[in-house]
């Protein structure tokens, strides 16, 4: 993992002067009373963990005499509904995929961060006795959260052997679901990541391939548009809370992991293999435009977007606050 960026810096300086201004044009905002901050802690989500299991959430919004709740949504698309209905103010975890598909709907979402960029920690996994290789996937059934990277991964592995997605049966399931399906010998590969993965192995499966060399995924922080421009102070309390999280674990490495490893009911060894597939460096640049820039094109030809609806990233999904985190 690379070492985080302990200073807030430039974002909050930008945060705050957009709070002054708005204070200076506008007339006066009430603030919530409650601040609703989606809580996923898969596939390896620590920075989220340590916040919640530490209180820096609680504590960055005290300060504010705010509140928050922690619904717990996994589902991307779930996550970019909820923004959509107003029932979400902060998307903790996105997957990239889904930021773009949902601000291409008309979804009133901004990304304010990078989360964390991490091929290596996506896969697709089969059994002992399931397929020996990408080329023996069609007509298998195939078990996984559809619009997300692990989606877009499996999309990809098809292309790879010049498959589509209709030349096999997808099924919709979140990660617990489809790990269980595989096991049980219900599905013959699921795309998983994480614990999962993990837990997999041990029953005696194994990785048909990884997303390495096939996706180049970034998961992002996303927030309603509207909560964005009426509460930046808000937002820049959540990234006060997130970077004591990041804080902490370059400083208290192992009590990090040991967090983690409970909160996903796995091994200190298992947490430890993982941690090193991420990279929890917030601050969006500009490869990671390019990256979300090239999964929206392999959307498009993949069919998962139409190209009248495509976007332009840096202009229209991410927040400019998101590049100066520092």
């Not at 945060?15 to 919530?32: F, W, Y």
């Not at 200190?268 to 999964?295: H, K």
């Amino acid at each position: 993992m690379k070492k985080p960026l302990a200073c807030l810096g430039l974002a909050l300086a930008l945060l705050c002067s957009q709070a002054q201004a708005q204070t200076a044009d506008k007339p006066k905002v009430e603030k919530p009373k409650t601040v609703r901050i989606t809580y996923v802690t898969a596939p390896f989500n620590v920075p989220s963990i340590v916040m919640r299991e530490k209180g820096f959430l609680d504590e960055a919004f005290a300060a504010h005499g705010v509140k928050v709740e922690n619904p717990v949504i996994t589902s991307g698309a779930q996550q970019t509904q909820a923004i959509a209905a107003g029932e979400v103010d902060i998307a903790s975890v996105l997957g990239g995929t889904s930021a773009i598909l949902a601000a291409a709907n008309g979804v009133p979402l901004k990304v304010v961060a990078a989360y964390a960029r991490s091929p290596k920690a996506y896969f697709l996994m089969t059994r002992a006795d399931g397929p020996a290789k990408l080329a023996d996937l069609k007509g298998k059934k195939i078990a996984g959260p559809k619009g997300t990277v692990l989606n877009q991964l499996l999309v990809a592995a098809l292309a790879s052997q010049k498959l589509k997605l209709s030349d096999v049966e997808y099924i919709n399931m979140d990660l617990p679901a489809a790990r269980a399906a595989l096991l049980a010998g219900q599905v013959d590969v699921a795309t998983l990541a994480g614990a999962n993965v993990t837990q997999v192995e041990k029953a005696g499966g194994r990785a048909l391939t990884s997303g390495e060399g096939l996706i180049k995924p970034t998961t992002v922080i996303g927030a309603n548009a509207a909560f964005l421009e009426k509460h930046p102070d808000l937002v820049a309390a959540y990234f006060a809370a997130h970077h004591k999280a990041l804080d902490f674990m370059a400083k208290n490495p192992e009590e990090a992991l040991a967090i983690a490893a409970k909160e996903q009911k796995i091994s200190i060894e298992d947490a430890r293999a993982q941690l090193p597939l991420y990279d929890f460096t917030p601050a969006m640049t500009d490869a990671d435009i390019a990256n979300l820039t090239e999964d929206q094109a392999f959307m498009i030809e993949a069919g998962m977007l139409p190209k009248a609806k495509a976007i332009d990233i840096k202009a229209s999904l991410v927040a400019p606050s998101a590049f100066t985190l520092r």
